[in-house]
């Protein structure tokens, strides 16, 4: 079978191809986190919006570690097809967005070049938690190997926020054109984590303009916070074959997605941009109430299920919110979390639409990526409400079985998180009731792992979740 490409764009099955044509594109965008989300979600509304409207916005994708995604993508011209999973069947076509496919530190220089062109107006990023380096006060963690290495000054900054920095610069030091940083990952208030990350780095940079340029950052560089989501799972050798089938030509770069989307942005843009609010995209002055809800309500019933699904021999968010205990628990867990949140916002009907999301069974979204990571979702999705309900003097069952949950998992031998050796240096050297404070401190919670009626029923759940299994979260 041939590869994808630009070539093969008129071979294409009918209502296969991209919404624009890709020849149009000039690059004013760059993204920084060329995984499958961002190819499934900013991507796709960029291209809705070049459709309806126009303007050459083609996306100078960069990844920031792997090589796979070039390697895949590079040669069929940036192109890659998204496959729509509803229950009812696929549908496949071609998105043709990305205008350049690179790397970030092999094509640090081009980087550099496009951060500070003043053809660029807007940066969007998707690198998950891990890859922001912030320490557990929210700022950035200067005692971070990949952070010290580029504020080392490396002409090649392996973290975003060093790559933002630098190029912020360059772009001060030449056209001073604005910009405007969109960050996309499932952090609360993200647009201000970003811009106190960036802040922090000039401030650590020792360079002799750093005032200037943190004076001009604050004047012509926004910051939006949003809240993103379309669920994801990895892509698999099924999901290519399967795209590649429908296309008649081979996919390599493919990725998978549920029909839902949502894009909600903070309407604080510092220069042009693609009206994606003609794609659904919604500007709203503060998105505080959005963000809350998604990450508490999905992302928070994600990690949850995650964590009790993949305990009881469980593979898939489907297989999870299906088994006898899973929507119980989704909904008591929504109940609690609901406790915490905006009083105007229509909970229930969130709640319905995540028990349709999660039980559709053609996504196969594996809950063992759900759980990657968990130390840094876990502080983002439910310490906060927890937080909240226990200073109100509410209860919190859910939540404090949640983190037994969590805890539990921590054991777990293919444990994938940046914290797993300190976790695994925890077991080994604590026997299991001195485990739960020494993972509360690791989570940045020190008033938590000092509160020993906290950390009692927290040993509790975790010993009645071995015991009758999730549905001990229920009793
Ligand atoms: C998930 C998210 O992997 C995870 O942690 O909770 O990727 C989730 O699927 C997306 O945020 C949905 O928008």
Redesign the pocket.
């Known amino acids: 079978m041939t590869r994808l490409d630009r070539t093969a764009l008129g071979s294409l099955p009918a209502g296969t191809g991209p919404l624009a044509d890709p020849r149009a594109l000039r690059t004013r965008i760059v993204h920084l986190g060329l995984g499958a989300f961002h190819r499934a979600h900013q991507a796709v509304h960029t291209e809705q919006a070049e459709a309806l409207h126009g303007g050459g916005w083609g996306i100078a994708g960069f990844s920031q570690r792997s090589r796979s995604v070039m390697e895949a993508l590079a040669p069929q011209d940036g192109l890659y097809s998204l496959t729509l999973r509803t229950p009812e069947g696929p549908h496949t076509r071609v998105v043709g967005q990305l205008s350049e496919v690179r790397h970030a530190t092999d094509d640090a220089a081009r980087l550099r070049e496009l951060l500070a062109s003043p053809e660029v107006s807007v940066v969007t990023s998707t690198v998950t938690e891990k890859g922001y380096w912030r320490a557990t006060d929210g700022g950035l963690d200067l005692t971070a190997a990949p952070v010290t290495a580029d504020l080392a000054g490396t002409p090649e900054p392996a973290t975003v926020v060093g790559q933002l920095a630098n190029g912020l610069r360059v772009r001060q030091a030449t056209s001073k054109a604005p910009l405007t940083v969109v960050c996309c990952d499932?952090m609360a208030d993200n647009g201000h984590v970003v811009a106190r990350l960036v802040r922090d780095y000039v401030q650590a940079s020792g360079w002799p303009d750093a005032d200037v340029l943190l004076e001009w950052i604050a004047a012509q560089v926004a910051f939006p916070s949003t809240v993103?989501?379309?669920?994801?799972p990895a892509a698999t050798d099924a999901d290519r074959e399967a795209a590649s089938t429908v296309l008649g030509v081979r996919d390599e770069g493919a990725v998978v997605g549920e029909p839902f989307t949502q894009w909600v942005l903070q309407d604080t843009f510092a220069a042009e941009r693609p009206r994606w609010e003609d794609t659904g995209a919604l500007f709203v002055p503060d998105v505080a109430p959005y963000q809350v809800m998604k990450l508490r309500l999905?992302?928070g019933s994600?990690?949850l299920l995650s964590c009790l699904g993949l305990a009881d021999g469980r593979e898939t968010v489907a297989d999870a919110i299906t088994a006898p205990w899973g929507e119980p628990v989704l909904r008591a867990y929504a109940a609690e979390v609901a406790r915490s949140l905006p009083e105007d916002l229509d909970v229930e009907a969130y709640v319905d639409g995540l028990v349709a999301r999660f039980t559709n069974s053609a996504m196969r979204h594996r809950l063992r990526?759900?759980a990657t990571d968990g130390s840094l979702?876990v502080t983002e999705r439910w310490l906060p409400p927890l937080r909240e309900l226990r200073s109100a003097g509410l209860p919190a069952p859910m939540l404090t079985g949640a983190l037994a949950a969590w805890v539990r998992h921590t054991r777990d031998q293919q444990l994938d998180d940046p914290a797993a050796d300190r976790m695994h240096t925890v077991w080994h050297a604590t026997q299991r009731r001195g485990a739960v404070p020494e993972l509360l401190t690791l989570l940045g919670t020190p008033d938590l792992a000092e509160d020993t009626g906290f950390v009692n029923t927290v040993e509790e759940r975790v010993a009645a979740l071995d015991t009758s299994g999730p549905t001990a979260l229920l009793g």
Not at 228 to 232: A, K, L, P, W
């Open positions: 499932n993103v989501d379309r669920i994801v999905l992302n994600h990690t990526q759900i979702k």
